[in-house]
């Protein structure tokens, strides 16, 4: 099955943005001259000043990446402004609340007012050009208002996803020296409440650079406010006029930063600068998904990771689109709610993440059969690999064999899409994300950095920047460098094994570093044991990720309690909600194992590999443990493993 070839068909070729002929002269203009090439399709966004230098990269020494580098621009006016003459009173934003009697349409003219407003009271409260923002908000509409009003200001906005706990927003907030904070009373998800200002308030007493919080006021649910600190949102913004200067801002200007896990230590800012990343924005989202005007569009991510950044604001904004945002969950009230979503809203374009379609799956037919989805025309995947099971599930049952899926592979760090089907243009594979977008020129080497040809599998490597990459890690280029550029070097290292068949479609494997996919969720292993060894009990831990039905991967964790402390069921029960606590609900583990040792090297280091391969069960092949400083270890692992 998984070797099915779902051929472009005809009527779609036809009318689709990009058939296969388009992509191939778009290939081979863009490997011809790249600067030409992106020249043209920079025009694609209002530059106050057009840029004359359009690529200057540099992957080896510092490693510089600059685009656009003497234009000038605002996000903001390409993502409004420019679309109020002609599309002033058509709706951008559909919003669907978690209660599925709650819905509310902004035009493009609204927005604009709503953001001009909070722009300037930002700028009232002394909010200044290259100042960090920091967003804690749920999936309401002001979130959206929000990143754009930062935009307008020239204010670097750092959204921390609504799920994080108190100290992982402090940390953030910390890290990059926020000084104003935009939050609501509370949020909503799947029938319950989310305290994000009770939550941000512990969060604050740590975070000494935060003058100013603006609080939406969303559920009316009681929050503290303190005086001088604390202002009410609708209160703040009601002197304020509709219309506000937007700040010029060069290309290469932070337009914002998303912190995301990598193999080691804390979440690293991910920095992506305004000119580049908006054009990767507005050409990735409107010929993966082929948008054409009028259509109405629907990305599921929530805004606090980079799908919702780029897909469900930035992207379809710039290219005028209505964009649909829902505050729910896809279980609540039922588990029919996306199709019941798509048939209120007739939405053309449905993208969402496989732990969503695998989880569905369960419930069968009749929860996605009952609604009418005959609006639906393309579908999209993205977070995790999708396994072609339910690949097909969402081919067959959800798109009626009528809908082109995009398979869309790419992560934080690349800012927007860069390997995927395009639908007019590329037949499926279901389980492959298939072909690279013009201008993405990705290559397997192995582990010695030897780029591998044809038919290959190996590390996936990107050979050239693209312009909606990240520039650096906020306020640490060195570990830029390190993180992604020195395991091979000249060349970016995405962290993820890939495969490529004789076709030279791509078939992502999975993360080989120590960052594990929860649900779609990127989470550093590091970051859970840390989490672990922090209460009293724990004298060391060892996380790896374990496969999981529905999420992708689990996470398993290993633990060694203090001298004296007894191993028992409450225990257990604690350091999992102590987790959740420390991090947010998503770092809770699946297992805990007791481990009175861990299998290491002579030299100390725990052996991950063994570690995994126990936690998914596959003992049979568990390799060479002669190197191990006690061997022993393993098998007491093994007789002792989880579930
Ligand atoms: C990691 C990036 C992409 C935005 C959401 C996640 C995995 C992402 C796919 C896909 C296979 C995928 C990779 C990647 N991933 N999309 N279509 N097929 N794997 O962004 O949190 O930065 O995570 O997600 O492992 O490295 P992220």
Same mark, same amino acid.
């Given at each position: ?43 694609? /966004? ?20 600059? =685009? ?26 559909? =919003?669907?609340?978690?209660?599925? +009697? ?40 002001? %979130? ?64 000494? @650079? ?8 969303? !559920? ?12 009410? =949102? ?26 995301? @896990? ?7 800012? /991910? ?7 908006? /054009? =990767? ?34 992207? *379809? ?17 039922? +588990? ?17 993440? *496989? ?78 994300? !298939? ?23 190996? +590390? ?70 840390? %989490? ?34 007894? %191993? ?57 443990? @002669? ?17």
């Amino acid at each position: 099955m998984a070797d099915d070839i779902i051929a472009v068909k005809p009527e779609i070729a036809a009318k689709a943005r990009i058939d296969a002929a388009r992509r191939e002269a778009m290939v081979a203009a863009e490997a011809k001259d790249a600067a030409a090439f992106w020249r043209g399709e920079m025009k694609r /966004v209002a530059w106050m000043k057009e840029p004359t230098k359009i690529k200057s990269v540099d992957f080896d020494g510092d490693v510089s990446i600059k =685009w656009f580098e003497d234009g000038v621009l605002n996000a903001s006016v390409s993502c409004l402004d420019r679309h109020l003459a002609t599309r002033g009173d058509q709706v951008a934003i559909i =919003w669907e609340g978690d209660d599925p +009697n709650s819905d509310a349409k902004v035009t493009y003219r609204e927005l604009h007012a709503r953001v001009c407003k909070l722009a300037n009271a930002m700028r009232r409260l002394g909010v200044k050009k290259g100042d960090r923002v920091c967003i804690y908000l749920p999936m309401i509409v002001e %979130a959206a208002v929000a990143m754009l009003a930062c935009a307008r200001v020239g204010a670097i906005h750092s959204i921390v996803f609504g799920g994080f706990s108190p100290d992982s927003l402090s940390s953030r907030i910390q890290d990059s020296e926020c000084t104003l904070l935009i939050t609501a009373d509370e949020g909503r998800r799947g029938g319950r409440r989310v305290p994000l200002k009770g939550n941000a308030d512990e969060a604050l007493l740590t975070c000494p @650079s935060i003058r100013h919080v603006i609080v939406a006021k969303n !559920t009316g649910g009681a929050v503290e406010m303190m005086e001088g600190r604390d202002h009410w =949102w609708d209160a703040i913004t009601a002197g304020e006029g509709e219309t506000c200067e937007p700040e010029p801002m060069n290309a290469e200007d932070p337009l914002f930063i998303l912190y995301t @896990s990598g193999s080691t230590g804390k979440p690293k800012g /991910v920095l992506h600068t305004t000119g580049g990343y908006l /054009v =990767w924005a507005s050409f990735t989202h409107e010929n993966v998904f082929d948008y054409r005007d009028g259509e109405i569009y629907w990305c599921t991510a929530d805004v606090g990771w980079v799908t919702g950044h780029t897909y469900i604001v930035y992207g *379809p904004l710039a290219n005028g689109a209505t964009t649909l945002m829902f505050e729910g969950v896809p279980s609540w009230p039922d +588990n029919g709610r996306f199709w019941q979503v798509c048939a209120k809203h007739k939405v053309n374009i449905f993208y969402t993440a *496989p732990t969503a379609i695998r989880a569905l799956m369960r419930d069968g037919e009749a929860p996605v059969k009952k609604h009418d989805r005959s609006t639906l025309r393309i579908l999209g995947s993205v977070g995790e690999p999708i396994n072609p099971e339910a690949w097909l599930w969402y081919y067959r049952v959800v798109g009626d064999e009528r809908c082109p899926i995009v398979d869309t592979w790419w992560q934080t760090e690349t800012g927007g899409i860069l390997i995927s089907p395009l639908p007019g243009a590329i037949a499926q594979k279901p389980g492959s994300a !298939t072909l690279p977008l013009p201008g993405v020129k990705p290559a397997i080497v192995d582990n010695e950095g030897n780029i591998l040809e044809g038919a290959a599998e190996g +590390n996936l490597v990107m050979l050239d920047a693209w312009p909606g990459m990240m520039r650096t890690i906020y306020g640490d280029h060195a570990r830029f460098g390190q993180t992604y550029f020195s395991t091979f070097k000249g060349m970016y290292f995405t962290g993820d094994g890939a495969r490529r068949d004789a076709d030279g479609y791509y078939w992502i494997t999975g993360r080989v570093d120590d960052v594990i996919n929860v649900a779609g969720h990127r989470m550093g292993t590091a970051e859970v044991e840390s %989490a672990l060894v922090a209460h009293p009990a724990v004298a060391e831990a060892a996380v790896v990720g374990m496969p999981h039905e529905i999420k992708g991967q689990g996470i398993y964790a290993y633990v060694t309690l203090k001298a004296g402390i007894e %191993a028992t069921e409450v225990l257990r029960k604690e350091l999992a909600a102590w987790v959740r606590k420390e991090i947010g609900p998503i770092a809770t583990p699946d297992a805990i194992q007791w481990a009175p040792g861990l299998p290491k090297t002579r030299s100390g280091k725990i052996m991950r590999r063994i570690l995994r391969k126990i936690a998914a069960n596959e003992t049979e092949g568990l390799g060479d443990t @002669s190197t191990l400083a006690d061997p022993g270890v393993v098998q007491e692992l093994i007789d002792n493993r989880m579930g």
